[in-house]
């Protein structure tokens, strides 16, 4: 099931949404500056 999903860049900060499938793996890259270090933020319950 594919959703909607927050992702922050570990190198500019930048946070945007993107979607998200669980269990599968793929690069992703900051819209601001195009870097590959970009991680999943987890919901907080």
Known sequence: ????ADFKCLRCG???K???E???IEERFCP???S???RHIKKKL
């Open 1 to 4: 099931m594919i959703e909607e």
């Open 14 to 16: 930048h946070e945007f």
């Open 18 to 20: 993107a979607p998200y």
């Open 22 to 24: 669980k269990g599968k």
């Open 32 to 34: 601001k500056c195009r």
């Open 36 to 38: 590959n270090s970009v």
